[in-house]
């Protein structure tokens, strides 16, 4: 039986911030969260982190010697080799010293990882991939991004940006990409570039059914990824030939990345938890035509069972995994 650890897991979102005490057996002892923190000037939300970490501690009956590590996670842009958070267009805070200032304010070991990356960690730590070596997480929302472990090893690469796996170019003559380049699998999969492209169909047509879908109300600026789906189901042409196109680009996609780790287990996340059976059927029926069987009859490709709980057990598995290596 592995000895117990405790770490602490701090999860910077993209207005909550999410503090919870775990261990090493895949538990959660205590969590709570700061609502609206990166809304607030740094210097304000510090403190708060630091003493909701203290009290998290002392409500898990612990005290904070007894805590191996601290994992700090947060949306890029990061600098990982100097734990600072970088400006970022969704937040106020600019360029802050956030692993210097935690450890310090705690008295313990931090580290920082990039949310796709510890998206990754947090299907080995505490979801379907518990005890395996070979995994790639793939993250769908606004754009697509990856984590991959490789024999049990995250990969970080020469930047620590290993796993960008939404901007492998599946197609010169593809859509832009929010990157610059043409064809990005984010391109043809991301939620932003999916619902540009639907408006972009849809900007003249008022009368299309598409707008008469219940939570799209008529109004353009809710034709989005849901919309696509949504439509997909009731039948509505434009969505369904849509719908496709994102799973073949997916399907593809993972064809790639089958090739390239030989995983045994790929999980999609985010849009591909809301969407289930819908996406993933269509995605393993295309699946053939993008790899090796032998590669792909080792390799299960699942819909992650954490779901929107993944935020907030990544900068735990960050901890987790800085202790391992
Ligand atoms: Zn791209």
Known sequence: MQEVTHVLGIDIGGTKIAICVA???GNVLTSDRIPNATMEPYEKSLPSIISLSKELVARAG????QIKCCGICAPGPLDLVNGRIMKSPNMIWDDVPICVDVQKGLGIKTVMENDA???VLAELFFGSAKGLKDVVYLTMSTGVGGGIVSGGKLITGTTG?????GHIVLDLN???CGCGQLGCLEAYCGGRNVALRLQDKLRYRPDH?????????????NLNFQAVREGAKAGIPLAVDMWNEICLRLAQGIGIIISSFNPEMIILGTAAYYAGDFLLKPVLEQLPRFGWKSFREACKVIITELGPKVGELAGASAALNALNN
């Open 23 to 25: 261990d090493n057996q």
């Open 117 to 119: 990356n510890a998206g």
């Open 161 to 165: 940006n290993a796993g960008e796996l």
């Open 174 to 176: 593809g859509p832009i």
């Open 62 to 65: 612990l005290k904070m010697e």
């Open 209 to 221: 059914a598409m707008f008469k879908l219940p939570g799209v109300d008529g109004k353009l600026e």
